[in-house]
């Protein structure tokens, strides 16, 4: 990319860790969702979410690419504070990968027009250039024969993995996933979470909200139980999972293993 | 009396549609037909008006149609946009210009338009004296439109505008790559139906006044009912409004059957 000069400050820092949250609060209206989250996510670094719904999880992802506007709260994202006015947060967002649970895939554009919009209106990429990337991650998510397909004639599983791929298109430093399986049949979960699985092998930093606790132990390099807009437990997945020192970890997770 | 409900209901059917006939006989048996004919369905009368009530009058309704439901278009998103903007004073005059045409009778509009503006401004638009009654059209149209777009945005699942501004993809791109193009589709039976209701009021425009050439149908055989001392040309006028209209209310009921089936 060759954007205009910025001011000082406001440019990304390969030394800094990919995501750094400090003392993050969150209310709407009367209710506090967030009240008080610290913590880094290193480069390369999966990091799992899991909590009871309405523990601020998602909104606690949101936050990082400012789909949800923090009360007060510090957001590191590779060293630039996003919540600086100074920041164009346009920028910050093609930087960061973000997937739905609903998929939100465009409905009136084929597979491979939902790959290439961002890439050609945001990035400035040129059309040849940006069907070429979209079919490189259509084929990593292995659809790479449904470019020409409507999302509607899609299954859900298949829709998110064109999700994915539209992300990985704009050549993300970081990925967030909101419960990106929640909303599919289970025969089709699996497909998905390969497809994560190696995103994460190929070292891809990843903060994934997420009820798969297969998925957590098995690929994330940290396991963070959330519970009430705080973080209660934050730790290798393994033990927390096998160990969890928290009661409400523990009551947590004897409903869902 | 021990008559089955079914029979019942039977004889009562029947009844109702030998009351409908008998009323219709009536009707159509008292009515002066002759005297009726000598009026309104003149063939002589209706053969003169030809080619000009096709070439000018018919065509005449369709372009001004067309203008003012392109222009009503863009008037209605700039408008609806306004009104979902952010900015206080954007939607404070969105509301205002909204309630206001909607509030007027069309023709009284297009009399402003037509009349007011031009002593006001001292400008002559062009194409007087119809062009700023077309105006005066647009402007109505583009705030019934305003409605219907507004709603066909705010149709749009929210997750849409989220999944395009997390590509990077700032507000305005949003609007116009993701929200737009799907909130039209939304709307293309209300908006039909508009056109419909605009092809209609293009007679009102029979206030801004007239030459030889700008005269649309209603216009066109109000002159000739003048000219002829025959009502005929009216009949062929509102025979010629129904040829346009009814195709097009087909049109709205097919796009409807067919969103229906694609949700």
């Not at chain 2, 589709?185 to 030889?212: M, Q």
Request: aromatic share 8%.
């Amino acid at each position: 990319m060759t954007g205009d000069p910025t001011p000082s400050g406001i440019e990304p820092r390969a030394d800094a860790p990919a995501i750094e949250i400090i003392d993050l609060h969150k209310s709407f209206g009367d209710h506090e969702v967030l009240k008080g989250i610290s913590l880094t996510v290193q480069t390369g670094e999966v990091v799992c979410v899991i909590g009871p719904s309405g523990s601020g999880k998602s909104t606690l992802l949101r936050s990082v690419n400012l789909l949800e506007e923090p009360t007060s709260g510090t957001i590191l994202v590779e060293g630039v504070d996003i919540l600086d006015p100074e920041v164009d947060v346009d920028r910050i967002r093609t930087r960061i990968g973000m997937v739905f649970q609903q998929f939100n895939l465009f409905p009136h554009m084929t597979v491979l027009g939902n790959l290439c919009l961002a890439q050609q209106r945001v990035l400035g990429r040129g059309r040849k250039e940006a069907e070429q990337v979209a079919r490189e991650n259509l084929a990593k998510v292995g659809l790479a024969d449904r470019e020409g397909a409507y999302p509607a004639h899609l299954s859900g599983g298949q829709q998110q993995r064109v999700a994915i791929a539209r992300s990985l298109s704009m050549n993300p430093d970081m990925m967030l996933f909101d419960e990106p399986t929640s909303a599919l049949d289970p025969e089709l979960v699996g497909d998905v979470l390969e497809v994560m699985r190696t995103l994460a092998n190929e070292g891809m930093t990843m903060m994934v909200v997420t009820h798969e606790m297969g998925f957590a132990r098995e690929v994330g390099d940290r396991l963070i139980f959330m519970d009430d807009g705080l973080v209660v437990e934050d730790g290798d997945p393994r033990e927390v999972l096998a160990n969890p020192q928290e009661p409400r970890t523990q009551a947590f997770l004897s409903k869902v293993l | 009396m021990a008559m089955r409900r079914t029979t019942r209901r039977k004889l009562g059917r029947v009844a109702m549609y030998v009351l409908f006939v008998a009323v219709l006989a009536v009707v159509v048996l008292s009515a002066d037909w002759d005297r009726f004919a000598q009026y309104f369905l003149r063939w002589d009368i209706a053969r003169e008006q030809f080619p000009q009530i096709i070439t000018v009058a018919l065509r005449n309704t369709l372009v001004f149609t067309v203008v003012s439901f392109v222009g009503g278009l863009v008037v209605g998103t700039v408008m609806a946009l306004m009104k979902l903007s952010s900015i206080g004073p954007y939607r404070w005059f969105a509301t205002a210009y909204i309630e206001l045409f909607r509030g007027l009778p069309a023709l009284l509009t297009i009399f402003a338009f037509a009349y007011m503006l031009p002593i006001a401004f001292g400008v002559r638009l062009p194409f007087a004296p119809v062009g700023a009654g077309l105006l005066g059209l647009v402007v109505v149209a583009g705030a019934y439109m305003a409605e219907v777009i507004r709603a066909g945005i705010q149709a749009v699942p929210k997750g849409q505008t989220e999944a395009s501004r997390s590509l990077g993809m700032s507000p305005m791109k949003t609007m116009f790559f993701v929200v737009l193009p799907q909130g039209l589709r939304i709307i293309i039976p209300p908006l039909t139906n508009e056109f419909v209701l605009l092809l209609k009021d293009t007679s009102l425009l029979f206030i801004a006044g007239s030459t030889i050439i700008t005269k649309e149908l209603t216009t066109f055989a109000r002159d000739a009912t003048t000219t002829t001392s025959n009502g005929t040309v009216l009949v062929m006028a509102a025979m010629l409004y129904l040829l346009v209209t009814i195709p097009l209310t087909r049109v709205v009921a097919y796009l409807e059957r067919r969103m229906a089936r694609s949700r």
